[in-house]
């Protein structure tokens, strides 16, 4: 008779699903002991990348389609158009594939390959804006377009609610699940959904003590392409209220923090989580004690022709004027 | 005397400097010190109710104030501000 393993007793978290997109979410939360910078203080991973298409969008992607269908906006085999330059991308495809749509999306020119590739696997169209205009040229862009093309549905993840609201019925409800105290929440800072969406559900479930920190993208000046700070864009959904610290990390540093969550706990990221780990550090050495919570966002496979996991920083190749999260 | 970093839409306003100096206790001061230095930065930085233009993101060290006590933030002699324009953040 076999004698069962401790270790190895199965943990309920798979579950059964009528498809794919249901299967998206109930992600697992993981300790990071070694990351804890003092007994007391504990480190927890939340990892999104084990969504279907391999990040948090997938949430975002599925809620922007099912409310869409739930108002009547969009019509069945109808084109659906968004400016993005990745993940949303990436699950809005998968999502619209499954779905019987047809999906547009307009990007800057400098992604790493690994998205283009993608999105045409799950058979997008890409459109590109120009690389120096960074995230804020393929708005414009794409809010041009869907203007001029009434026959297109644009859900626009930077300005409609199902975004945040993912996160406010799904994402955060999982953490409340799992945890009954949160002293902070780390994640990064894009559209705003995830920051938005979670905060507001932990700050009504935990009170003020939750500490809701936004690590933010700072950009390379080859990508500040404005003609002046007027051409600066503040996604709609943003209620900067909601946070409680909002704290910009270079790319250099999101980078070497992407190692080091690979070299010290094997946890194998994309960029802005490093940048995302390296934010919750901080607020973690501020701590006396209580669990810190950051979200990865997603894994490091569209990252790989970039080298940053097998080589020096200093040879990293463009590393101003890539958008890497 | 505080460091501010200027980014590249700016510098033409304050003579293609990169980094200027400025003195001020707090953010709102400092900014408005530069903006007598740099006139062509006032329009820039601040809108009409003297309130910090809703594009430009102002940090101090590398927090942002708008989240800390905005213009009334206090910045120490050994503080750094950054400037950065409203980007749409990144790759999502």
Redesign the interface.
């Known amino acids: 008779m076999p004698v069962p393993t401790p270790n190895l007793r199965n943990r309920p978290r798979g579950g059964r699903y009528g498809d794919i997109i249901e299967s998206i979410g109930h992600t697992p939360l993981i300790e990071l002991k070694r990351l804890s910078p003092k007994p007391g203080v504990r480190i927890w991973a939340k990892l999104e990348s084990r969504n279907p298409t391999g990040s948090v969008k997938d949430r975002v992607g599925r809620a922007l389609i099912l409310d869409a269908e739930e108002k009547g906006l969009i019509r069945p085999g109808q084109t659906i158009l968004e400016p993005t330059s990745g993940n949303t991308g990436i699950s809005l495809a998968m999502i619209a594939a499954h779905k019987g749509y047809k999906l547009k999306v307009v990007m800057p020119d400098n992604v790493t390959p690994e998205r283009t590739d993608l999105l045409r696997m799950y058979g997008a169209e890409i459109v590109y804006s120009e690389g120096s205009k960074g995230s804020n040229g393929a708005v414009e862009m794409a809010l041009d377009m869907a203007e001029k093309d009434s026959s297109v549905y644009m859900p626009y993840q930077y300005g409609n609610e199902a975004n945040p609201n993912a996160h406010y019925n799904g994402t955060a409800l999982e953490i409340l699940e799992e945890l009954d105290e949160v002293s902070a929440f780390v994640a990064g800072l894009g559209t705003g959904g995830t920051l938005m969406g979670n905060g507001r559900r932990l700050k009504e479930e935990l009170g003020d003590k939750v500490k809701i920190v936004a690590a933010e993208p700072m950009q390379g000046e080859p990508v500040q392409g404005l003609r002046s700070l007027d051409d600066g864009f503040i996604p709609p959904i943003i209620d900067l209220s909601v946070l409680d610290r909002k704290i910009f990390v270079t790319n250099q540093d999101a980078i070497i923090w992407t190692r080091k969550l690979l070299d010290e706990e094997q946890l194998f990221a994309g960029v802005s989580t490093g940048a995302i780990a390296r934010v919750a550090m901080r607020i973690a050495g501020e701590l006396d004690e209580g669990n810190v919570v950051f979200i990865v966002a997603d894994d490091g496979s569209k990252y790989f022709s970039s080298g940053i996991y097998t080589r020096p920083l200093e040879e990293i190749e463009n590393l101003d004027s890539t958008v890497w999260w | 005397m505080a460091t501010i970093r200027i980014?590249?839409?700016?510098r033409p306003a304050v003579g293609g400097e990169r980094e200027i100096n400025a003195d001020g206790e707090n953010v709102g001061d400092i900014l408005r010190a530069m903006a007598v230095d740099h006139p062509g930065t006032e329009s820039?930085?601040f809108g009409a109710d003297g309130d910090l233009?809703?594009?430009?993101n102002v940090?101090l060290n590398?927090?942002?104030v708008?989240?800390l006590d905005g213009l009334d933030t206090a910045v120490g002699t050994a503080d750094t501000l950054?400037i950065?324009?409203?980007?749409?953040?990144?790759?999502?």
Do not use: F, K
Request: no cysteine; proline share 12%; net charge neutral.
């Open positions: 980014p590249p839409v700016l820039q930085l233009n809703r594009y430009v940090y590398d927090e942002d708008r989240v950054v950065l324009p409203a980007m749409a953040g990144g790759a999502r």
